[in-house]
């Protein structure tokens, strides 16, 4: 028996003795070998836990959260739950608007550079989603994942059409630094395929390897890698070189990244106005000898077999692919009346205090003209006049309309129904009002009808959107 007892104790003791052995061997190789999250969407290679950039490929991984997000029916999200915001931390960019727009003190705070919401706070007015300048605040009823219709793309960036790629917001992803590296990672993938490209027919030697529609710093990314990897472009902005960020308001600090430019290197932008980005942006351009075709505006890309025909200020453009780097902003719809290519006219207000002590026109009858006349009308000595074509502002909101009928009971805006402008010459408009023409005195023209948004030139290429479903930035009552 007791031969049999011992014989029991030493048996246990010698399996938790090998037991604590192969543990602790377990937890040592752990401890050695670094902790592997997933595999870079790029090349394939384990990334470690945590890490930001694939230390093989060097390429950031926030840039594929949207291709890796799970696709979903497009369907709202059920829920019980009151609606609140909710903010997404790949397009805050901490510039605090929404704080300032909302009437709850406290419901959202910036935290270091990014917004979060306090759940018991906020109360779900919105105001703060509606002022949000990038769009990266979604009102949710309780949900921690927002929905968003982005088109389908490869880790390359290029969509179910062949050689069409799609990089920057337009792809659904917001922030300069995630725009600049897919361009960079699109036109890589652009210049692998071509080199195993048959060469070029003689007749098609005018086609350039690859279009580049919009100088943001996507498309401004992608033009630089071109040229550095030696494909033959052609890049084609609407407006001026990167257009979106010279709208910013003046003197808007920029959320601080580190970026790599392609033929240029690193750039710090550490909390630099948005001038200093844009001098340093067109010395970039100086610098390298980019091609950008300012004011041609792309109308229209078609597909014929492997060639694209690209229509932008009134040339057709070919080209073996295409570079989509348009943001999600659209392009402004225009009067076309004659005298509309002048400088003063405008499509988009930077500062409200850019027109004070001058005759302004503003044109339109939605929310946006409304809101332009009446931040104009704030201005010293700015004289307003608000033409529209309709009878009524039928889909203005009540806000809207209550302050414009007050502004016009006083004084502050003229308005013009039933009117339309027939031309605009350099100090005068010419309207016709109800049929009668009237000249008036005019410094600046605001075209505020909007806009063609990017998303029909996609349908019309047959490009395929899916809805996802983006994780949300933790609250304030969960954040660390
Ligand atoms: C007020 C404001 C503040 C912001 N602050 C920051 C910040 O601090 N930090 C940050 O990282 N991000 C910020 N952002 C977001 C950032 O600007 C965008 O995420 C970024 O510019 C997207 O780059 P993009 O190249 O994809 O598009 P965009 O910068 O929008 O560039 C698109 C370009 O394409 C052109 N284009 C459009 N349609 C056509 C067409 N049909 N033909 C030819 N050209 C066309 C446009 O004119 C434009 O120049 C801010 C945005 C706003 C509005």
């Known amino acids: 028996m007791i031969w049999t007892t011992l014989g029991f104790f030493a048996i246990t003791a010698f399996s938790v003795y090998f037991h604590v052995r192969r543990t602790e061997g377990a937890s040592a190789a752990r401890r050695a070998a670094p902790a592997f999250a997933r595999a870079c969407a790029r090349c394939g290679r384990q990334v470690a836990a945590g890490a930001q950039l694939c230390g093989h490929c060097g390429v950031p991984q926030q840039i594929f959260e949207v291709v890796r997000s799970k696709e979903v029916s497009g369907e709202p999200l059920e829920s019980t739950e009151p609606m609140r915001a909710h903010v997404r931390n790949d397009q805050c960019v901490g510039c605090s608007t929404c704080v300032d727009a909302c009437p709850e003190i406290g419901a959202i705070t910036l935290r270091g550079k990014l917004a979060v919401v306090d759940p018991v706070l906020c109360i779900g007015h919105g105001e703060c989603a509606t002022a949000c300048p990038v769009g990266a605040i979604a009102m949710l009823a309780g949900a921690a994942a927002n929905r968003v219709q982005v088109p389908q793309v490869s880790t390359s960036f290029e969509t179910n059409v062949s050689g069409l790629y799609i990089v920057g917001e337009l792809g659904g992803r917001g922030l300069i630094k995630n725009a600049i590296n897919e361009g960079k990672v699109a036109i890589e993938h ?85 001038e200093s980005l844009l001098d340093m942006w067109e010395k970039v351009v100086a610098t390298t000898g980019l091609q950008v075709r300012t004011n041609h505006r792309v109308e229209q890309v078609t597909r014929s077999g492997w060639l694209f025909r690209i229509h932008a200020g009134g040339h057709e453009y070919l080209a073996r ?30 500062e409200m205090e850019d027109f004070a002590g001058r005759h302004v026109l503003v044109i339109g009858g939605g929310d946006s003209a409304v809101e332009s006349a009446l931040g104009l009308a704030n201005q010293t000595g700015t004289t307003v006049t608000l033409s529209y074509r309709g009878e009524q502002f039928a889909r203005i909101k009540d806000r809207n309309r209550q302050k414009l009928d007050r502004a016009v009971a006083e004084g502050r805006v003229s308005l013009m129904l039933r009117s339309t402008v027939q031309e605009i010459r350099r100090d005068v408009v010419v309207l016709d009002v109800e049929g009668t023409g009237t000249i008036l005195p005019n410094d600046d023209v605001v075209i505020r009808i909007g806009g063609d948004p990017p998303a029909a030139m996609l349908e019309r290429l047959g490009v395929r959107l899916v809805h996802k479903e983006i994780p949300l930035e933790p609250d304030v009552a969960t954040a660390g």
């Open 190 to 274: 652009i210049a692998l395929a071509r080199a195993a490209d048959p060469p070029p027919a003689a007749e098609h030697e005018h086609v350039v390897d690859v279009a580049i529609v919009g100088s943001g710093p996507a498309g401004l990314s992608a033009g630089l890698e071109a040229l550095r990897s030696g494909l033959s472009y052609v890049m084609l902005e609407q407006g001026s070189l990167a257009d979106t960020v010279r709208k910013y308001p003046r003197h808007k600090i920029l959320f601080a990244e580190p970026l790599n430019i392609p033929l240029y290197g690193d750039l710090w932008i550490s909390d630099s106005s948005k």
């Open 321 to 350: 692919r295409v570079v989509l780097a348009m943001g999600r902003r659209g392009s402004p719809r225009r009067l076309d009346v004659p005298g509309e290519d002048l400088e003063k006219v405008v499509y988009d207000i930077v």
